[in-house]
């Protein structure tokens, strides 16, 4: 099952598939792409597991294991590519919580994400290897991009498995948050994100001509908006 919360600009999509540690299958797929429908119009997205041990374990082997034609292989990972692509394109900050581990296929999944913030116990790898195949999702490019091409290989390559802290340290992760404050934590970023022009500044930093991002800061700045905020700070210096 995924379920999707909305909440005042904030989308929370969670995988709750305790029977298999949240990992995915075609039906999960199917509904975590209308669950991003459904998220159209949010000023910020949030992508977790539910429960505290698992964000995604990977795909559902038990599941997946009936596909054994090069073509549906091929089908299954065009599908399950397509929705990270969604994600890594959605218009607003986009956010992997990682309440659990991350492994495989998970992996991939929060790189998709803008944003990684992790529990201080979980472990985050891409361990593809160990069942003699590689990330078929776009995480090997993505991970490239997040911590260059030769730790990449190294990490995907063995099939290394990360603490949250190394994790952080090498860039993979951009936050780690205690365990016991973590779901207040990670919801207290996603809704700052949420109330303030993330989606401009996404745009912006993703490249746009100089153009473009002056006339988006140019559009904020005469909004009621600022104008509000500017007013609270005038008065306060007062």
Do not use: Y
């Amino acid at each position: 099952m995924v379920d999707l919360e909305l909440d005042d600009g904030l989308a929370v999509i969670t995988i709750d598939r305790p029977h298999a540690r949240n990992a995915i299958s075609l039906e999960t797929m199917d509904q975590l792409d209308k669950a991003l429908d459904g998220a159209d119009g949010a000023r910020a997205l949030v992508i977790k597991g539910a429960g505290d041990k698992a964000f995604v374990s990977g795909g559902d082997l038990k599941e997946l294991s009936a596909i054994r034609t090069e073509l549906d292989a091929a089908a299954m990972a065009w599908r399950m590519r397509s929705i990270c692509d969604r994600i890594a394109r959605f218009p607003v900050p986009t956010i992997a919580a990682l309440n659990g581990h991350a492994l495989g296929g998970g992996a991939e999944v929060a790189v998709a994400a803008d944003i990684r913030l992790a529990a201080d116990d979980i472990k985050i790898g891409f361990n593809q290897v160990t069942l003699e195949i590689m990330p078929a999702w776009g995480g090997a490019e993505r991970l490239a991009a997040l911590v260059g091409k030769s730790k990449a290989l190294l990490l995907a390559g063995t099939g290394m498995i990360l603490a949250a802290a190394e994790a952080e340290r090498i860039g993979l992760v951009d936050k780690v948050l205690p365990r016991a404050s973590f779901d207040e934590q990670w919801r207290d970023i996603a809704r700052r994100l949420a109330t303030r022009p993330g989606g401009e500044i996404k745009r912006v930093i993703a490249g746009v001509p100089t153009t473009e991002a002056v006339a988006a800061f140019a559009r904020l700045w005469v909004a009621d908006e600022h104008w509000a905020a500017a007013d609270k700070v005038i008065k306060r210096g007062k």
